[in-house]
């Protein structure tokens, strides 16, 4: 028995195009009125569909799905997390049904300061 070889994540990124005819992964932009951007879950199964073909182990989940996120929402993301590592510690990383849950209640009706204060039970709870 070798060794395990780290996953390289940014290999893996870089092969993966958006418009990858067999697991596309269109960027998420967080608005699901345009015809352009899909729903959250129907975008959230679409990361879990290409992982599994590329054999993406689940802890890097939420760094390819944060890859395909536009600015907006990665930033959303970003300040959750800001405030998860400011409550558990600068160790602390997304599980990625963490990571769903968070995306999934992110949209635009919540101010971010709602998610922050209750991010403890929204993630743990």
């Known amino acids: 028995f070798g060794a395990s070889r780290p996953f ?4 893996v990124l870089a092969s993966w195009s958006t418009t990858s005819p067999d697991h596309p992964v269109p960027e998420f932009k967080g ?3 345009r ?3 899909p729903t ?5 199964a679409l990361v879990e569909k290409g992982c599994y073909a590329r054999s993406v182990p689940k ?3 939420p760094a390819v799905a944060k890859h395909f996120m ?3 929402a ?13 409550l558990h510690g600068e160790q602390w990383e997304w599980r990625w049904n963490d990571f769903k849950v968070a995306v999934m209640n992110m949209g635009c009706e919540y101010p971010l300061h709602f998610l922050s204060e209750s991010g403890r039970g929204l993630l743990y709870g």
């Open 8 to 11: 390289d994540l940014a290999s």
């Open 31 to 33: 608005k699901p009125k």
């Open 35 to 37: 015809k352009d951007d």
């Open 40 to 44: 959250t879950e129907a975008w959230l």
């Open 59 to 61: 802890a890097h989940w």
């Open 70 to 72: 536009g600015k907006k």
């Open 74 to 86: 990665r930033s959303r993301v970003q300040q959750v997390e800001k405030v998860m590592r400011a």
